[in-house]
């Protein structure tokens, strides 16, 4: 089971570190958001090789990293702008071969998802 957290409300400019645990390194991961009204997108990813990939709003200001020690995945957001404001989860793919960059655009082969963890950004 996939549980992030980390998510909070924050000043445009800060940081927040989402976390989530219980992944496997043998998974494509992915970090996904969804604002109100909109479908959700993928923002960042990092395949079974630890190659990393990322939308192009957040590129430079995030990264995606795993911890396979711990089992965690995170996803360090810095200078924060207000549309990042959304819904965050976490999601992994288990069986299914796929590269970070192909992971950003398909949800649906995405068979396992956290519950979601808030981030405000004002």
Request: aromatic content about 10%; hydrophobic content about 35%.
């Amino acid at each position: 089971q996939l549980v992030e957290s980390g998510g909070g409300s924050v000043q445009a400019g800060g940081s927040l570190r989402l976390s989530c645990t219980d992944i496997s390194r043998t998974y494509c991961m992915g970090w996904f958001r969804q604002a109100p009204g909109k479908q959700r997108e993928g923002v960042a990813a990092i395949d079974s090789d630890g190659t990393t990939s990322y939308t192009d709003s957040v590129k430079g200001r995030w990264t995606v990293s795993k911890d396979s020690a711990k089992s965690t995945l995170y996803l360090q957001m810095n200078s924060l702008e207000p549309e990042d404001t959304a819904m965050y989860y976490c999601a992994a793919a288990p069986g299914i071969w796929m590269t970070a960059v192909q992971a950003l655009g398909a949800k649906h082969l995405f068979g396992y998802w956290g519950q979601g963890t808030q981030v405000t950004v004002s």
